[in-house]
């Protein structure tokens, strides 16, 4: 199974037992989102984006206004830091210091740089794609103009870790007879019925 390197920036430290460092599960992770948020610092202040973004390989793809600040920023290299979280479950337990949340989330810390041309062109159909596939061959393509106002950002997948927690509520022994209501609340995310624009 290939894994990601540990380092000094990616090694979790605290329940490390929920890390995971292995391709597999941080690709399965970031496949399943569509929005990451991205922190970098913008001059001498913390920034944070939520953004629209999808895998491609090793690496992640993001796309905005070629005049957003952020994106110029960001199109500088400068280090950024990625999150991505699934939130699975609320975990109720007997105590009110064992409760917690069932979840999965990949962190990684990395810079990016500016797509162009064919690999430009690839990247803005894997984002429409990943909203339903096939799309980028029905839809109108990109024209000049649209084109020459966007800019892609390839964000390499480096420095990568993904920590999950499962199961239920861990409670105290002598908690266990408190005769209070434990166990899992579970949380889906899910696609509803399609909706007609009511322009057609």
Known sequence: MNAYPKTGKNRIRQAPQRAAYDEKTVHAILDEGYIAHIAFMDEDAPAIIPINYVRDGHQILIHGSRKARIFRRLACGIPLSLAVTHLDALVMARSAFNHSMNYRSVILHSSAHILEGEDKAKALDLMVDRLEEGRSKLARPTNKSE??????????????????????????????????WAG?????????????????
């Open 147 to 180: 084109d020459k106002a966007t800019m892609v950002l390839a964000i390499p997948i480096e420095n990568v870790s993904a920590k999950q927690r499962r199961g239920g509520p861990v409670d105290d022994k002598e908690d266990m007879d408190l005769p209070i």
């Open 184 to 200: 899992i609340i579970p949380i889906e995310t899910r696609l509803g019925e399609p909706e007609q624009d009511p322009g057609q």
